[in-house]
């Protein structure tokens, strides 16, 4: 048997730390965070053997990178995963049910908790060490406000902090929401009339009530088949309406009888997943884990056997299996007496100490006291060959900690992962060397991203004279522990250097790299002249769009997934999606943290004058940061901070609030506002919804500087929504979301200064658009034009293209720019992108390196499967 342990992640802004366990039989990954699918891609690390997740702590952190690597488990044919942690993990998992869910996949969930902290399979034998922080206090569940109601709103128990909004449904039928990565038509995808189960099931306790909803989500039966509440029979509401537009199908939903709540009442339901989940607060205990492998049985000595009266056959399999035998003299012979070499498995740990409020439990533990010399004795004495500690500066200079760590001996070998000991290098290599080739273009509009591969703090000055073996993780780093044990470096990835100047681009052996730089020179020198004529006038020519994430469906090494954010100089930030890894990319394209009151630049800021987000749809690939983002949000929050408004649709704050009760990240200092009670025909009709909304708008234009915000009911799945957003210096920034052309849209961008718009595929998959409810370049233009667009910005591309979309820009009435990952550009520059088309028609031509590497994915069987599913 081989085994080994690697390094995925040391911990970044882009990628919370993370490792892989590698077995014959199987992979598991301990803690999955935002950007860890994106960083299994970029270092081409398998999926296929990946069975079980084991999380550290049930925090965004640890899991925020699940939901979106469930979704691509089941895509690539993975049909049973098992995800172990604490208490609330189930819980987390499944608020995420109205965009995760799959009839592909069985999943199957183990809560650790402090009595019950074991778990063994064919290759692992884990003991989870459950601590809590000093002072722990559980507290009681968040009761949020009861929102207003209108004439078009039922009236319900459910709590919620929308501004005006109207309450989750509790435990009700809901029309089916779009499915990631689906072909289906939303004819085909939506039920047309409400039903319910003729035979009822009542569940006896929340744990139930959790499963039931967790096997509603990913209904594979252990069999095989579908999971069992999907077989049953249905019987349709004669009296229920047939929905005809996606608003229609959520006053269906809202108007739906409710027939089951929390205290034992009976239920009706299509599906688990549909049903209300049952409140819980915030467990903040952290689990270290520690793990063995099974044992090395050694090798039988088969003529010690026989001299020793056994016969040969079934006695020899006992023997080998570790049972003792009975001789053919009836004496009784025992397995270490004919097996030379059996040894116990290794034993390795991963230490989760996220601060020094956790060290007096950790170090009271008395699950370790066998693996340190100070304490182990006896013939259950074991040495642990290697430990990880996901710890950061504060907790590994601690004194306790200190002495902790040096009582497992000098042979235990130590790693650290953790940002504040390891750099913050570039870990989209792929993403860096290509902005490194964009910015011959220009430096301000393609920025290099920002990086240190100095570490802040040194470790071998805080661990000095400890006399322990300690170093710090590298992606990719490995630990053998089968059947040897040591350090391994051959795949560490080393740190990434970007060149300061363009002269590799210039002296390039490349043909096509030398074509490229002559041509962004003359692309260049084109503009300095137009300048020298004097700038085109452009409302809110110093508000500046920052794509963040230009991909589709899933990450990839060049795109991350959908998020563009809006600056304005006196007035914030605005977010218009955020797809998992957007903090990432912001620490990457504003400079890094704060670290002195002279910095320049930071990530920080942009944080700090966040006035809202807006979520266009229910896919996981437009939103899944969003936590993290409110997380740090509220972590900067004073007093005098203006609030952050959340533009959303109906089951996003569901989602958001469900996961508040496993997680505090700040939710409740949020402001909801519901997607449909602003969209753009209610404003026209002064209807009552949009009067209920307007209180809450006007509080947003006071903070943001916008004085009209209009969501758009688009073409793509059940709540799917564009926006229109006008601010009171005259600019106006409209944003598809994913969508076909939208004659709607169009009206509602009419005179936009800039057109943000999906062109998912190029001009000849026409067939594809329309069956996954897309646009292709030459629409998205179109509608552009149509509205009278100043500026239209192509973005959210298939992955399965790196290369460029194709168009001819000459005769039209707006102007045309393609968006890249971490490109910032004001509006008033907008329009020089049109000059930089032919040097990247080059860049990205069949013989360029992106190109190649392109061709290679297309090859690679899973990434392949992830391509055909794409939307």
């Known amino acids: 048997m081989k085994a080994y342990l690697q390094v995925l992640s040391t911990g970044t802004a882009d990628c919370p730390p993370s490792v892989i366990l590698h077995f014959d039989s199987q992979r598991y990954m301990i803690n999955c965070g935002e950007g860890t699918q994106r960083l299994c891609m970029e270092q081409k690390v398998r999926f296929s053997k990946l069975k079980t997740i084991l999380f550290t702590r049930t925090h965004w952190d640890c899991i ?51 009595d019950s902290g074991s778990y063994k399979d064919e290759n692992l034998r884990v003991t989870a060490v459950q601590v809590y922080p000093d002072n722990f206090d559980r507290g009681s569940p968040y009761e949020w406000p009861a929102p207003p109601t209108t004439p078009n709103r039922s009236k319900s128990s459910s709590p919620s902090n929308s501004t005006a909004a109207s309450p989750v449904p509790r435990h009700r039928t809901s029309p089916v929401t779009g499915l990631k990565r689906s072909s289906d038509d939303i004819s085909s995808s939506v039920p047309t009339q409400m039903a319910t189960v003729e035979d009822e099931q009542e569940p006896k306790s929340d744990a139930e009530i959790r499963s039931m909803i967790l096997g509603g989500m990913f209904n594979l039966s252990k069999g095989g088949g579908e999971h069992p509440l999907a077989n049953k029979k249905v019987k349709r509401d004669p009296r229920a309406p047939k929905p005809q537009t996606d608003v229609d199908m959520i006053e269906a939903a809202r108007s739906a009888e409710t027939t089951h709540t929390c205290g034992g009442a009976p239920a009706k339901y299509i599906n688990g997943r549909f049903m209300d989940l049952p409140r819980t607060t915030p467990n903040t205990s952290a689990i270290s884990y520690i793990c063995q492998s099974v044992d090395y049985v050694g090798k039988f000595n088969r003529q010690a056997a026989v001299d020793l009266g056994v016969k040969p056959g079934k006695l020899f399999g006992d023997l080998v299996n570790g049972k003792s035998v009975t001789s053919q003299s009836g004496e009784t012979v025992h397995p270490h007496q004919v097996i030379s070499g059996a040894r116990p498995g290794r034993v390795f740990m991963v230490i989760d100490c ?101 570490p802040i703090h040194d470790l071998s000055v805080d661990l000095k004279d400890l006399g322990i073996k300690a170093d710090l993780a590298e992606n990719m780093m490995t630990y053998l522990l089968e059947p040897s044990i040591g350090l391994e470096r051959s795949e560490v990835i080393q ?41 085109t006038e452009v409302m809110g020519k110093d508000v500046v769009m920052t794509a963040l994430g230009t991909g589709s469906s899933h990450p990839s090494k060049h795109r991350n997934v959908s998020a563009t954010l809006v600056e304005s100089p006196r007035h914030g930030t605005f977010l218009l999606d955020t797809g998992e890894g957007t903090y990432g990319q912001m620490f990457r394209q504003f400079g890094g943290f704060r670290l002195s009151t002279d910095q320049a630049n930071s990530v920080d800021d942009r944080i700090k004058n966040l006035k809202g987000i807006f979520i266009s749809h229910l896919h996981a690939d437009h939103h899944l940061g969003i936590v993290t983002l409110i997380d ?214 069949p013989q360029s390196e992106e190109a190649k590497e392109g061709e290679e994915e297309s090859n690679d069987a899973e990434l392949k499967v992830l391509q055909n599913q794409s939307q």
């Open 64 to 114: 925020g990178g699940t939901p979106g690597m469930l979704l691509t488990l089941s895509d690539v044919g993975i049909r049973n995963m098992r995800l172990l942690g604490g208490e609330n993990l189930t819980h987390a998992i499944i608020s995420t049910r109205h965009f995760v869910y799959r009839n592909t996949m069985a999943v199957d969930t183990v809560e650790f908790t402090k």
């Open 495 to 535: 740190p990434l250097e970007i060149y300061k100047d363009h002269g590799f681009l210039k002296d390039s052996p490349q043909e096509y790299l030398r074509e490229y730089y002559s041509l962004a020179m003359k692309a260049r020198e084109e503009i300095e002249k137009e300048k020298a004529f004097g700038p």
């Open 632 to 845: 740090r949000w509220n972590k900067f929050r004073t007093a005098n901070t203006d609030p952050l408004f959340l533009i959303a649709p109906l089951k996003f704050n569901s989602f958001l609030q469900e996961l508040s009760d496993a997680q505090d990240f700040g939710y409740q200092n949020v402001r909801y506002i519901q997607s449909e009670d602003i969209v753009h025909w209610r404003q026209m009709q002064h209807d009552p919804r949009y009067q209920a909304a307007r209180p809450a708008l006007m509080n947003l234009f006071d903070t943001s500087g916008f004085k009209d915000i209009q969501t758009v009911d688009v073409i793509h799945c059940p709540w799917a929504y564009g926006i229109s957003m006008t601010h009171k210096d005259g600019w106006k920034i409209v944003y598809s979301g994913d969508t076909r052309p939208s004659q709607n849209l169009v009206e509602a961008g009419k005179g936009a200064t800039v057109l943000l718009h999906e062109a998912t595929f190029e001009d000849d998959m026409q067939e594809e658009a329309l069956k996954k409810r897309h646009s292709t370049t030459k629409e998205a233009i179109m509608v552009g034009e149509g509205m009278e667009a100043q500026h239209t910005l192509l973005t959210h591309f298939s992955q399965r293209y790196p290369k460029i979309p194709r168009f001819d820009a000459d005769d039209k009435t707006t102007v045309i720019g393609i968006c890249f990952d971490l490109m910032s550009v004001k509006l008033g520059e907008i329009e020089h992108l049109a000059k930089f088309l032919p040097a990247l028609e080059v860049l990205y031509s």
């Open 354 to 454: 996220p601060s020094t409020d956790y060290i007096s439990g950790l170090v009271a533990a008395k699950e370790f006291e066998r693996y340190q010399e100070a304490d182990g004795s006896g013939s259950d004495k074991l040495t642990a060959a290697c430990i990880v500690h996901f710890g950061g500066h504060s907790v590994l200079t601690h004194p306790e900690y200190k002495a902790w760590m040096k009582r497992f001996g000098a042979e235990t070998q130590h790693i650290v992962a953790n940002q504040e000991y390891c750099s913050q290098k570039l870990i989209w290599r792929s993403q860096s060397q290509s902005c490194y080739k964009l910015s011959a273009l220009d430096s301000n509009i393609f920025p290099i991203p920002y990086y240190n591969n100095t």
